[in-house]
């Protein structure tokens, strides 16, 4: 059974961190794609990271670009999402989901946030506010 679970959100002050956790069971992360996503009140769910099977294969949106950092722990199966300064406009539920990437829908590789979930997990909710 696949299944994600996220983990590590909370409420944080603006400028703050916060470290995202995803879980994976019933699959092998060695061998897939995994995006974060994230659905802020009143807008649209948006595609904030990929994390591909290969090294250095990993893409960010521009509104976070210099902020987060998406990396992988593949002996763990668990992806994580290091967040830093940390602004209000970044309070939304968060996401992880395998995906498939770009025009070929690799498993393997992501081709900027060009991605469709196969599965997804319940979400962790990130708060930003003094």
């Known amino acids: 059974q696949v299944q994600l679970v996220e983990s590590g959100g909370g409420l944080v002050q603006p400028g703050g961190s916060l470290t995202l956790s995803c879980a994976a069971s019933g699959f092998s992360l060695e061998y897939y794609n995994i995006g974060w996503f994230r659905q802020a009140p009143g807008k649209e769910r948006e595609g904030v990271s990929c994390?591909?099977?290969?090294?250095?294969?990993?893409y960010v949106a521009d509104s976070v670009k210099g902020r987060f950092t998406i990396s992988r722990d593949n002996a763990k199966n668990r992806v994580f999402l290091q967040m830093n300064n940390l602004e209000p406009e970044d309070t939304a539920i968060y996401y992880c989901?395998?995906?498939?990437?770009?025009?070929?829908?690799?498993?393997?590789?992501?081709?900027?946030?060009?991605?469709?979930?196969?599965?997804w997990g319940q979400g962790t909710q990130v708060t930003v506010s003094s």
């Open positions: 994390s591909g099977t290969g090294d250095g294969n990993t």
């Open positions: 989901a395998l995906v498939s990437s770009g025009a070929t829908k690799s498993y393997t590789e992501c081709d900027g946030l060009d991605m469709v979930s196969d599965y």
